[in-house]
């Protein structure tokens, strides 16, 4: 069994030990809950029936000292209303909430008429009112509320699947960042072990281009020359294999010498029935690390040759935005054009519209320019049938701040 299985065996055995541990609680706690909740209005019923016969024993006077009594062993808040529901007497709420007049000698309670009514109105809502007698054989109602451990033990199955689904969520993004990490280490060894193995038969490359020109007299032949570009292209490929997991080292650099430079080796491996056009500002500068910026370069271009079809044109646009010192790079293509749509979805990780494609391209690109050049790359604007432009928006020089990012981006 393969590191993988193990893990997701784990995941499952995590998820499901949950979903046992919270399924018992809530139904032992509900099972708890309903007991307590028999148990209270027995009492009530109970309180309620010595309440009876207290009153039916004493006088109107003596009435104050049985209420008294009740007062001194009652854990439930309740109230106590005539049938016009005015209220009689209550007790266990906030006690903040009535104050006493002196007039003519005589107490007279006063109500927050607004916290009882919201407070009966509770009680309606918990329990069934229980009808009793008073003095005289007065038809009275008393209300009744869930004591503050009943409460409590109402949420408390809640509380607990909170605190599972929190572990849950910890444990998954404990794995999930495990796994990252692993894959991380896979992908930075592959491409240091491509970067070496690399090594050797491009310079036996250089070895044979040297050896050609010295045997054959053609020091100025142009197939020659761009023999040599391409074992060139495949040094700067290896040194970007190497230096993955590496901190990018980024310089100033003219904009649009870079971007000629890339375009002029790029253009002679394209079809010739594509127009490339570099026009704008040639002096702008930007913090670049060249052997990344080439790779964003790479594939917008590709991106961009892949999309026409037949004849067309790619054209790349530096422009210098003076009020907010930034750098726009726009790259348009007369191609078959994005739907608004997809504009964001381009830059996934698996999104592609070819059939050999890996769908890496843009998001690649994405992460170079934002991660690493602290910059922006966006779908400027597009129409299906006419073409696209992609903006790139980069910090001039002289309004740089370097990146707390690290690494060369993942492949994947």
């Known amino acids: 069994m393969n590191p993988y299985q193990k893990k997701r065996r784990w995941k499952i055995f995590l998820l499901v030990f949950a979903i046992v541990i919270g399924g018992a609680s809530v139904f032992y706690s509900d099972f708890f809950v309903k007991k307590m909740e028999r148990e209270e209005a027995a009492q009530f019923q109970l309180k309620v029936a010595v309440l009876e016969q207290q009153m039916k024993m004493y006088e109107v ?3 104050t000292a049985v209420f008294d009594v009740i007062k001194k062993n009652n854990k439930t808040g309740f109230i106590i209303t005539k049938t016009d529901g005015s209220i ?3 007790d266990g709420l906030d006690t903040t909430k009535t104050f006493y007049n002196v007039d003519n000698k005589n107490q007279k309670q006063q109500y927050d008429s607004l916290y ?3 407070q009966l109105s509770k009680m309606k809502g918990q329990h069934k009112p229980v009808k ?10 008393a209300y009744y509320k869930d004591s503050f451990i009943l409460t409590q033990l109402r949420f408390f199955p809640y509380i607990q699947l909170g605190v599972i689904g929190l572990f849950l969520i910890t444990a998954y993004v404990a794995f999930s960042s495990a796994r990252k990490a692993e894959q991380d280490q896979v992908w930075v060894g592959m491409a240091k072990e491509t970067a070496h193995q690399l090594g050797t038969p491009i310079s036996s490359l250089m070895a044979w281009t040297e050896l050609m020109k010295s045997k054959f007299d053609a020091e100025d032949d142009p197939l020659i020359a761009e023999m040599e570009n ?3 292209r495949l040094e700067i490929i290896t040194d970007r294999f190497s230096k993955i997991g590496s901190k990018p080292i980024l310089e100033d650099h003219v904009v649009f010498i870079v971007v000629k430079n890339f375009v002029d080796y790029f253009k002679v491996r394209t079809s010739d029935k594509i127009n490339f056009i570099i026009q704008g500002d040639n002096q702008v500068r930007a913090m670049l690390s060249i052997p990344l910026f080439d790779w964003v370069t790479e594939n917008l271009l590709k991106n961009a040759a892949n999309a026409i079809e037949n004849e067309g044109t790619i054209t790349i646009n530096i422009i210098e935005h003076l009020t907010k010192e930034e750098v726009f790079i726009d790259v348009s293509d007369t191609g078959k054009g994005i739907a608004r749509s997809k504009f964001d979805t381009v830059f996934q990780p698996g999104y592609t519209t070819r059939k050999r494609g890996w769908g890496l391209g843009l998001s690649l690109t994405k992460r170079i320019i934002e991660n690493y050049h602290s910059g922006q790359i966006f779908v400027k604007d597009s129409e299906l049938g006419k073409g696209t432009t992609f903006r790139i928006i980069l910090k001039s020089s002289t309004t740089y701040e370097p990146t707390t990012n690290t690494g060369v981006p993942r492949m994947g």
């Open 116 to 118: 009882f009514v919201r």
């Open 88 to 90: 009689l007497f209550w």
């Open 132 to 141: 009793m007698l008073g003095i005289n054989d007065e038809k009275l109602i």
């Open 230 to 232: 391409d074992i060139h």
């Open 61 to 63: 006077p003596e009435v």
